[in-house]
């Protein structure tokens, strides 16, 4: 009967709408709420530790009293090239992955505006934009492996059998046809995949579960996953910002966000069955375009305790980020010896949802050594544990979020020594992992270098290297199979940025 319904179903292009139903996970929640370090190579060489330093166009994006440091009107372009590297262990076997990727990162302006009356209370005012990637999602791993006990199996008959109160999908769903699967929620949509790739079958006998794997017992199933990501998380920041009485800078912005990304995921298994009898092999094939916007804001203020001491304090709003999601998936397999496979032809456009970021919190302490250099401190706070989803139908992932998520710091320390035209620089940083189980995604660690020069007339070459490294437990396919694979990921970004005073 399967195999008719295959031959007589029609190939049509279609979209179709329908609600989330355990399409998203916490893990895609935090996606968007993480930020890396970005922006101009100045910013980027010393950590991105400039919330007491300003007089960057990337520091108004940790302190809006930044842009007040100005002293001329001032323009920033940056280009960065990325370089992420994957090593995936599963089950004792290793995969190496590398992407490479070239982006204008950062584009911003600042306009000062200054008072000449003498004992002024406001000095001068400052108005300013920036635009910022603040996060690429660039990357690429594979995965893969012999699993000594689970099969990919599961994945579908987690949906099939049902999920919470839903009760397992009926047979008229798994028999419908294409164009009945236009119209099937996401859970169904799985399910029938998987009934039509010959993975699971009604259970014939009368306890149990109400459908069974046709995937031979046993264990010792060799798997496959890889997965491409492409896209961004990008930022403008409006900023305004003044100097008060020659002693503090008080600044603000109102922030527009962009999200646009990509996953494409090709997940394989062998089932080990004996060769030529029932289903030996199958994969799943899917796209997932995730694209919306948001806002947020940030305030803050920089207080010169001398002339040599600033002190740095400011606060970052949530953000409430609206997205939505389009999916297609296809399905090929081999059973009985002969290879086959099912293409819905669909898109599925998913209802808007919108997910909320925790707010940031962030202290800088700096020193400057008059015009021969100087040395930052940042550390930045947020509570992970407060992102959450919109809406009562996602009051679970939420429970999740709140459950598996904590506070989570980040230390960014920052030098720079100057010797005549030419800057030298320096930085680190730590980001601690915003999980409570911190085995599973571990903190990242990162160091940076570059130096700058003058060019004359009011502008500034500088170059800046960026590394990273951290650890985490991925797995090849979610939800339904908790293997994961040890990943290790390791970033190599070189940065240019041109500024020119006017």
Request: proline share 3%; charged share 15%; net charge neutral.
């Amino acid at each position: 009967m399967k195999k008719y319904l295959f031959c007589a179903a029609v190939m049509l292009a279609a979209t179709t709408v329908h609600a989330q139903q355990d399409l998203n996970s916490a893990a895609d929640a935090l996606r968007y709420t993480q930020d890396n370090l970005t922006g101009t190579a100045r910013f980027r060489a010393m950590s991105g530790a400039f919330g007491a330093v300003g007089g960057d166009m990337s520091s108004i994006g940790v302190n809006p009293a930044g842009s007040a440091i100005f002293i001329y009107n001032s323009g920033t372009a940056t280009v960065s090239s990325y370089n992420v590297s994957n090593k995936a262990n599963y089950f004792d076997t290793t995969q190496k992955q590398n992407d490479n990727s070239f982006d204008l990162n950062q584009v911003g302006a600042v306009f000062v505006f200054n008072n000449a009356r003498e004992g002024a209370f406001m000095n001068k005012f400052t108005l300013g934009f920036n635009y910022e990637n603040t996060n690429s999602f660039e990357n690429t791993l594979a995965i893969r492996g012999v699993n000594p006990t689970n099969s990919l199996d599961r994945y579908f008959l987690r949906y099939a059998n049902g999920i919470g109160n839903e009760g397992p999908v009926t047979d008229e769903v798994l028999s419908g046809n294409n164009n009945d699967y236009m119209n099937y929620s996401f859970i169904d949509q799985q399910a029938y995949l998987g009934y039509n790739a010959f993975i699971f079958d009604p259970n014939t006998n009368p306890t149990g579960a109400p459908y069974v794997s046709n995937v031979r017992p046993g264990g010792n199933y060799y798997q496959e996953s890889f997965i491409n990501t492409t896209g961004f998380n990008g930022k403008v920041a409006l900023n305004f910002a003044a100097q008060l009485k020659e002693k503090l800078y008080v600044g603000a912005n109102i922030n527009v966000h962009f999200a646009d990304y990509i996953n494409t995921t090709s997940l394989y298994e062998d089932t080990n069955n004996p060769s030529s009898a029932g289903l030996q092999w199958y994969q799943l094939d899917t796209r997932r375009y995730t694209y919306g916007g948001g806002v947020s804001f940030n305030v803050g203020a920089i207080a010169k305790v001398t002339e040599a001491f600033r002190v740095g304090l400011a606060y970052e709003s949530p953000t409430w980020l609206s997205l939505q999601d389009e999916i297609t998936q296809s399905i090929t397999f081999n059973t009985d010896g002969t290879r086959d496979g099912y293409n819905p032809g669909v898109t599925a456009v998913t209802d808007d949802y919108t997910i909320k970021s925790p707010s940031k919190y962030t202290g800088s302490l700096a020193y400057i050594f008059g015009k021969s250099g100087l040395i930052s401190v940042d550390y930045a706070l947020r509570n992970y544990g407060n992102t959450q989803y919109t809406g009562d139908k996602y009051a679970a992932i939420n429970t999740e979020l709140s459950n598996t998520l904590d506070w989570a710091g980040e230390l960014r320390i920052g030098g720079e020594y100057r010797i005549k035209a030419f800057s030298l620089r320096g930085g680190y940083r730590y980001q601690q992992t915003p999980y409570k189980n911190s085995g599973s995604v571990g903190g990242l660690t990162g160091a940076t270098a570059g130096f700058g020069f003058a060019l004359g007339g009011g502008s500034r070459l500088d170059l800046a290297y960026s590394w990273y490294q951290r650890k985490t437990d991925t797995a090849l396919f979610t939800p339904g199979l908790t293997d994961a694979a040890r990943v290790n990921t390791t970033g190599n970004n070189i940065i240019l940025s041109y500024t020119i005073d006017l």
